[in-house]
C-alpha cells in the first residue's frame, strides 16, 4: 500500500482541524499515530478511512482517491474508540456484516478472538460492558486482515491484562499477514516497542514524522555541572532542562552523538520524549503570539 497526502485540509466551521497535512506511508509495518486530544489525529484517520471528504489537499492510496470509492475502503478497516457498531445488532450479526464487507476476512480466527476476549456471540451491542465493546472493535480489525489496519484508542474499558492480551495479538496477526497498521494511542509506554514509524501531531499539523530506531538515535539525556552544561548546550536544540542542587539536567533533540566525558549521557522512553517535544512546542507558540 502507498499513501500520499499533500497540503491536506479540514475545516469545521471557523476551526481548522488539519492545517496543510503532507505525509507519505508505504509498505507493511506498524505505525504510532500520537497526539494530544485535538491535535487532528481523529480527523485525519477517518479521511484516510473515507469517512468523510477533505476540505481541500489530496489523500490517495495507490493513487486513487479515497472518498466514495469501494475499491479501496474495502481495504481499510477503521476502529474508532466508539461509535463502531449499531447499538441493535447482536455480536455475530456484526461478525456477518464484517465478513461480506472485507474480503480478507477470517471467520475462524473471529471465533477464537470471541473465546480469548469471551464474548458471547448472541449478545446485544447495547448490553457489553465499554470493554467487552473495545474487545469487539479489535476482534473486528484483527480478523478483517485488511491491508490498510487503523485502530483509534481501541483499548477503552480494557483492564491491563486485557491491553496486554491485545498487543500481543497485534503483533501475531501483524506477523502473520504483514500489512500496514496505523495504531493512535495515548499509552505510549506499553506499545512503543511495537512501532517501526511514529508520527507526531501537535495543532493539526505533522509535528514529526521518523523511523522509531532514527528517533532514538537524535535525542540525548546530558546531566553534569550546571555552568559546564550551560557552555555545552549553547545554539542547540534544547527540549527540556532542569537543575537540582547545582547538576542540571537537559535533554537535547537533533543530536547524533554526544562523546563529551564530562556529561552522564542517557535516553528518554518515547513518551518522554513525546511529551517534551509537544511541551516545546506549546512554549514556541505562546512565545511567537
Known amino acids: 500500500m502507498n499513501i500520499e497526502v499533500s497540503k491536506l485540509k479540514k475545516v469545521y466551521g471557523k476551526k481548522e482541524a488539519l492545517k496543510d497535512i503532507n505525509l507519505h506511508l508505504s509498505g507493511n509495518k506498524i505505525i504510532g499515530l500520537l497526539g494530544k486530544n485535538g491535535a487532528g489525529k481523529t480527523t485525519f ?50 461478525l456477518t456484516i464484517s465478513s461480506k464487507f472485507y474480503p480478507n476476512w ?97 495543532e493539526g499539523s505533522v509535528m514529526l514524522h521518523e523511523l522509531s530506531e532514527e528517533l532514538e538515535k537524535k535525542h540525548a539525556i546530558i546531566k553534569g555541572r550546571k555552568e559546564e552544561i550551560d557552555q555545552y548546550i549553547k545554539n542547540r536544540h534544547v527540549i527540556h532542562e532542569s537543575t537540582i542542587l547545582g547538576q542540571k539536567t537537559a535533554v537535547l533533540f537533533d543530536e547524533e ?21 509537544t511541551k516545546e512546542r506549546m512554549r514556541e507558540i505562546v512565545h511567537s503570539n
Open 45 to 94: 484517520m477517518r479521511i484516510l478511512a473515507g469517512h468523510f471528504r477533505q476540505s481541500k489537499g489530496d489523500i490517495q492510496i495507490n493513487e486513487q482517491p479515497v472518498f466514495n470509492n469501494y475499491e479501496q475502503t474495502k481495504d481499510i478497516c477503521f476502529i474508532m474508540e466508539s461509535n463502531n457498531f449499531y447499538e441493535k445488532f447482536s455480536v455475530q450479526e456484526i
Open 257 to 277: 552523538k554526544i562523546d563529551d566525558k564530562r556529561f552522564e549521557v542517557s535516553k528518554l522512553n518515547l513518551q518522554e520524549l513525546f511529551v517534551y517535544l
Open 106 to 202: 477470517d471467520e475462524s480466527y473471529a471465533n477464537k478472538l470471541l473465546d480469548i476476549f469471551q464474548l458471547n456471540a448472541k449478545q446485544k451491542i447495547k448490553t457489553l460492558s465499554k470493554g467487552m465493546y473495545s474487545a469487539l472493535g479489535i476482534i473486528i480489525g484483527l480478523s478483517s486482515n485488511a491491508p490498510i489496519t487503523i485502530f483509534d484508542e481501541p483499548y477503552i474499558g480494557l483492564d491491563a491484562s486485557n491491553r496486554s492480551t491485545f498487543y500481543d495479538l497485534l503483533l501475531q496477526s501483524y506477523q502473520q499477514n504483514p500489512r500496514l497498521i496505523i495504531l493512535s494511542t495515548h499509552l505510549i509506554d506499553e506499545v512503543s516497542k511495537l512501532f517501526e514509524e511514529v508520527i507526531i501531531f501537535h
